[in-house]
């Protein structure tokens, strides 16, 4: 018996920066589920083992689902106390946030909700005195040196522990998905760090989100669960289906929204999205929402803290300003877009990218003096979206709120009718106009430092800020003009007609939209966080503009931008090929070149391979019947030709530096005294994908995406002529696109 009819370790497996062959992935896992039903004939043991091994996908799911929902729960209550930390603590018990030390207290009034004796700032416990320069003074300070405190920690813990736990991750998960190895991009200590880190920058009041992190966290969930079913821990392939679905539950849990989570995966991260993994996508994304809204750390029984409720419908002469609201979405994507990638690629190419602890450091002092001053940029991001977004009722306290009333108005609570603006309406503006203008400024500086950084909610911030100065203007322009022609028909006087928080919602998806390039998904987060199917049109008018507006500058959005500027070797579905070369204008080797490196099939020592491993970098090589002929046999991986010449010396007797190798089925008629041949048919692949000569390279891209090929050999006539690799793809589409061909490879 040949010592290779029995599987030897780590054949199969993938080396760290490379990428899977998802044909041979494919086959080896139809293999083993031919394997597992015929031996589940053989008795009632097999059967159950069979039973289990089709169960084992649901299992994972349910497990990611409970451990992104809890992970996700424990994040959201950290920040809630850790956020309020800065302003001051509750004497009963430290660990309250702000507004659960004043739930708890039996002297808070309606009015003064806010206000509890419980609950002091740095100014009252220090200095005993809450109003006065000296007391605001010391609040500053003290909200100065907790963000630059939990800055510091944040960005120390990830640079000791988990590099690779900074950004967002979406952009190395997009990659991941296409087929490519990072090697503890979803690690143990990557998980662990970004959930602790996560909760610190948030908390520090730097201008980044949680939520596309949470889609990292999910993904290092589902990784981890995958790893204890072999059925996922050795096939990658099948895991990365695994990490299709953790991507929406990540999703799920970020916004509470699960449907919206499903097709953001499909959208926006997956490369290969099969059938079953849509149904595992919503079950985990399900269960993830169930697990979240079971801990309900927003104290509202909702899954997020800016959902809302409006109660007025919306009109055809507002999709207006709605599509104005797109058009400014997809100018700030393409000027966000622009400026932080120009931006980190000055990190990576100066000196500045040696500093990033001092860099964050910085961002985060500047950030936290010009925030403190204004109310709207020093509340967390969430919660000011959750104030923009909100309808004023009677019972709001915001400043945003401060309309002047009409003193005989008896009119149900719900139902307000449109009213003049008062001063605090006034004062909100340009307070807000100042939190925009700063919002836009620091979030290109902040994204892409080595801290964990969302996107979404900055971008959000952006957009709702915007639609809300739109909507009061609207509304005003409504109330005093009332008798214009566009008015006339639907916004008589004492009626309710426009609602500002509406436009900000509008303004966020439009903002979101233009960052992302996102459409249907966005519109069904949105939706799904607002429950309101009446509001669809506005956010997909809203949505689609600010699409067009941002592809019209370039199709790239953030993260296909930082893809590109990491130099991963990323496939886009998206992107079109439409020049007229042919495949051998592409393969190697050209014209002047050496000779492609290649294996015969009976006449090569294993001193000679191992010489040709030894002298070239290449991950495989193709097996000619000579070299003579180049007729094409197969192709030998080299990771394996390594391992099976390593195992053959130590297992099998006899095997020599001048054995000869063979990929033959009968071993070469070899001289009497000739030491014993080693037979490696078993790791040849006998149909490695040829294309001929004259292929349109349209086709071949093609075939490189929608197949995931790692390599493709060229052919005329059956006789060897060249190969074209990935990597070879993506350069020449880089070339044709006047790009520089070595500025995409990954270093």
């Not at 998960?173 to 610190?200: E, M, N, P």
């Not at 008896?410 to 307070?431: H, K, L, S």
């Not at 006087?493 to 992302?516: F, I, Q, S």
């Not at 991986?637 to 130590?650: D, G, T, V, Y």
Request: net charge neutral.
């Amino acid at each position: 018996m040949d010592f290779l009819d029995e599987p030897f370790p780590d054949v199969g497996t993938y080396e760290d920066f490379h990428t899977i062959d998802w044909l041979r992935e494919k086959s080896r896992d139809t293999d083993r589920h031919r394997k597992i039903t015929s031996k589940s004939k053989e008795s009632i043991w097999e059967f159950i083992k069979s039973l289990l091994d089709a169960w084992s996908g649901w299992v994972v799911m349910l497990l990611i689902g409970l451990l992104a929902g809890t992970l996700a729960g424990v994040i959201d209550l950290a920040v809630d106390w850790m956020t309020d930390l800065k302003e001051g603590v509750c004497l009963s018990a430290f660990w309250y946030s702000h507004e659960q030390c004043c739930w708890t207290s039996n002297e808070t009034t309606f009015e003064d909700r806010d206000k509890c004796p419980l609950w002091q700032k740095w100014s009252e416990l220090l200095l005993s005195q809450s109003e006065g320069a000296s007391a605001y003074i010391l609040n500053y300070l003290m909200y100065i040196l907790w963000a630059l405190l939990f800055a510091f920690l944040a960005v120390s813990l990830v640079r000791v522990f988990a590099p690779y736990a900074c950004g967002s991750g979406i952009p190395e998960i997009k990659t991941i998905l296409s087929g490519f190895i990072i090697r503890g991009y979803l690690g143990k200590w990557t998980l662990l760090i970004k959930t602790v880190t996560l909760v610190l920058v948030v908390s520090s009041g730097l201008s980044l989100g949680k939520e596309g992190p949470l889609v990292h966290v999910a993904c290092c969930c589902g990784n981890f669960f995958s790893s204890l079913f072999s059925k996922y821990s050795k096939n990658e392939g099948k895991r990365r289906e695994v990490l299709s679905a953790a991507a929406a539950a990540g999703v799920s849990v970020a916004f509470g929204a699960p449907i919206g989570g499903v097709l953001f995966s499909l959208e926006e991260v997956s490369y290969y999205f099969p059938l079953k993994t849509l149904w595992r996508s919503f079950f985990a994304a399900l269960v993830a929402a169930f697990t979240l809204r079971s801990i309900n750390p927003f104290g509202n029984s909702r899954l997020v803290l800016f959902y809302v409720e409006y109660h007025t419908p919306w009109y055809m002469a507002e999709l207006f300003p709605f599509i104005l609201l797109g058009v400014f979405g997809g100018l700030w994507g393409t000027l966000f877009t622009r400026c932080n990638i120009a931006w980190c690629r000055r990190r990576k190419t100066t000196r500045l990218g040696k500093y990033p602890v001092l860099e964050v450091i910085v961002v985060t002092a500047i950030t936290a003096i010009i925030a403190y001053p204004n109310p709207y940029t020093r509340q967390s991001t969430s919660e000011l979206i959750s104030e923009l977004f909100n309808d004023c009722g009677a019972l709001e306290s915001s400043q945003l709120c401060d309309y002047i009333n009409d003193p005989n108005m008896t009119r149900p609570v719900d139902d307000i009718p449109d009213r003049p603006a008062g001063v605090g309406v006034y004062t909100a503006m340009w307070q807000l106009a100042l939190a925009l203008i700063f919002k836009i400024v620091i979030t290109i500086f902040t994204f892409g430092m080595k801290i964990p950084s969302g996107l979404f909610i900055p971008s959000m911030a952006v957009g709702a800020m915007a639609g809300r100065m739109v909507g009061i203007g609207v509304e005003q322009l409504a109330y005093h003009h009332h008798d214009w022609i566009i008015f006339r028909n639907w916004c008589r006087p004492g009626a309710d007609c426009v609602t500002p928080g509406l436009y900000a919602m509008v303004g966020a998806a439009a903002c979101l939209g233009g960052v992302t390039r996102m459409t249907v998904s966005l519109v069904v987060i949105m939706f799904e966080l607002t429950g309101g199917l009446e509001y669809i049109v506005p956010l997909m008018a809203a949505a689609v503009t600010s699409k067009w507006v941002a592809d019209a500058f370039g199709k790239e959005g953030i993260y296909e931008a930082h893809i590109h500027l990491n130099g991963y070797p990323f496939l886009d579905v998206k992107d079109e090929f439409t020049h007229r070369t042919l495949a051998t204008d592409v393969m190697r080797p050209r014209r002047g070149e050496a000779p492609l490196s290649v294996l015969t099939q009976d006449s090569m020592t294993v001193e000679d391979v191992e010489t040709l491993i030894k002298e070239t970098d290449y991950n495989g090589f193709p097996v000619v019947v000579s070299r003579d002929s180049e007729r094409l046999i197969g192709f030998a991986q080299r990771r394996e030709l390594i391992l099976a010449i390593k195992n053959a010396r130590q297992r099998q007797e006899g095997i020599v530096s001048n054995s000869i190798m063979y990929f033959t089925e009968e071993p070469p008629e070899l001289p009497a005294n000739s030491p014993h041949p080693l037979k490696l048919r078993r790791i040849l692949n006998l149909s490695p994908f040829t294309v001929t000569d004259h292929t349109p390279m349209e086709t071949v891209v093609d075939i490189f995406r929608k197949l995931g090929l790692r390599q493709c050999l060229v052919t005329r006539s059956g006789r060897l002529l060249g190969i074209i690799t990935k990597k070879d793809v993506l350069r020449h589409m880089a070339q044709m696109a006047n790009q520089d061909p070595e500025s995409i490879m990954f270093n």
